[in-house]
């Protein structure tokens, strides 16, 4: 069945220069992440893009963002992003660093994986020499063994998990969804991300995150939002603990921390908590940006030594050269091809950082069958379900958007794809069920709508 919507839209324009502070989600969540990045780059170039009549700031992209998403989709948003980099050309780095960070996020929620992992070698990526011999190869006498195999028996002996993840790597996300049902057999029964806002009230009793108002930002990937439907179909207490207000990165671990204590182990000391996070926040030891990290300040509040586990560091990047060089060299002579972690003949895992991070997973190179990746069947529970060739309708692009037809419009899609007149896949990984697909071009106007069932 075809659909026009007939609602007038209009393309955002670009406009810079904007009077009021962005005071909304993507500013709190994405702006430490982005300053961070972009200190040096700032120092670099204070001139202006061809065409633009001051330089671009984080406040300017984020205005520009949010105009598009109202008034369009994620596909507007890109576009948006993409004729701003255009028209800065190569005249400010530190306009290009905060566009690609952004665009990192936008790539991932509707599939774009590889263009995801390209902006972020753009934004905060950094080029590594080979090893220098086969000798520094540390790996040398441990035995590769199946991630989900190994964590089992040793997470039954922690009251705290941390895992990380690399937020425009969606990849971390299929894993840790594996994970949380050990997790929840082994007795824990809190869940805590990162992302996920306290002024959902309802998303413990409606079961699944949505997309307005948002459950939090990063849900908006799906990955990201099954992660959260999982843990809250398996019968987990989700618990949202970012900082209210911060102005600095130092006020931020410190109220994720204070959230985490108040939320959780104030009424249920032994309580069995999962924390999923951002890169460094997991770090026992050392700094984060200069302060102390979410992970040492919970341990030092609570007496309780927490479990943490890297997948970010030994993965895959936008080309061999961004990976680090054990992950390359390792790639290189004996490839994993499944969530991997190295023991030593006493079965204990290897971490990458002693002291830092307790153990280091390894996350195979994407392995692409009909446009998708191969860990999108999370497991073997998605399967692919290829749309009609019909499904833009009369536009030259779209995207598609898969929601059970069990929850509500707005909740956010099982799955969710761009699809490009050449070379893109109309294949979605969807688990048995039956979904409604939604399609709209890239100015947000309806397209399409289908009823499909995945048996």
């Not at 007939?6 to 709190?28: H, K, Y």
């Not at 011999?133 to 540390?138: G, L, R, T």
């Not at 989900?148 to 039954?156: G, H």
């Not at 939604?438 to 309806?446: C, N, P, R, V, Y």
Request: include cysteine; glycine fraction near 8%.
């Amino acid at each position: 069945m075809m659909l026009r919507d007939s609602r007038p839209r209009r393309r955002p324009r670009l406009t810079l220069g904007f009077g009021r502070a962005v005071s909304t989600g993507i500013a709190r969540w994405v702006g430490l992440l982005i300053l961070a990045a972009c200190t040096n780059a700032r120092a670099q170039s204070d001139s202006h893009g061809p065409g633009l009549q001051k330089p671009v700031t984080l406040n300017d992209i984020l205005k520009m963002t949010a105009i598009a998403q109202q008034t369009g989709n994620e596909l507007t948003v890109l576009d948006i992003l993409r004729d701003t980099e255009s028209q800065l050309g190569t005249s400010d780095p530190h306009a290009r660093i905060i566009i690609a960070q952004v665009a990192s996020h936008f790539d991932a929620v509707v599939g774009n994986y590889r263009e995801a992992l390209h902006d972020f070698s753009i934004s905060n990526g950094s080029k590594h020499p080979d090893l220098t011999s086969d000798e520094d190869f540390p790996l040398r006498g441990l035995q590769p063994k199946p991630a989900l195999a190994v964590l089992d028996p040793i997470v039954n002996k922690s009251q705290i998990v941390m895992i990380n993840e690399a937020h425009h790597v969606p990849q971390h996300r299929a894993f840790a969804i594996q994970l949380l049902g050990i997790l929840r057999k082994r007795g824990f029964r809190y869940f805590a991300a990162e992302t996920l806002s306290a002024e959902d009230s309802g998303l413990q009793s409606r079961g699944y995150p949505v997309e307005k108002p948002p459950s939090g930002y990063y849900t908006a990937e799906p990955l990201y939002g099954d992660l959260v439907r999982t843990a809250l179909q398996l019968g987990f207490r989700v618990i949202p603990y970012e900082a209210a207000a911060f102005r600095n990165s130092e006020e931020r671990e410190q109220g994720e921390a204070a959230n985490l204590v108040q939320r959780v182990f104030k009424n249920d000391p032994r309580a069995k908590l999962v924390i999923y996070a951002g890169f460094s926040h997991i770090n026992e030891g050392g700094l984060l940006g200069g302060v102390t990290p979410l992970a040492k300040r919970l341990r030092d509040i609570t007496g309780i030594d927490p479990l943490t586990i890297d997948q970010t560091v030994m993965s895959e990047q936008y080309s061999p050269e961004y990976e680090n060089p054990i992950y390359r060299y390792l790639m290189a002579h004996s490839p994993i091809l499944e969530p991997t972690i190295f023991v030593n003949a006493q079965g204990e895992p290897w971490t990458f950082q002693p002291g830092v991070r307790d153990i280091t997973l390894f996350q195979p190179r994407s392995v692409y069958v009909n446009g998708r990746p191969q860990w999108l069947s999370i497991g073997g529970t998605r399967k692919p379900y290829r749309l009609p060739a019909s499904i833009c309708g009369q536009a030259k692009r779209c995207l598609a958007k898969a929601r059970a037809v069990n929850e509500s419009e707005d909740a956010i899609p099982i799955d969710e794809l761009a699809i490009e007149p050449e070379g893109n896949s109309r294949t979605l990984m969807l688990p048995n069920g039956v979904f409604a697909v939604e399609s709209q071009d890239a100015q947000g106007h309806l397209v399409n709508r289908l009823r499909i069932e995945q048996h």
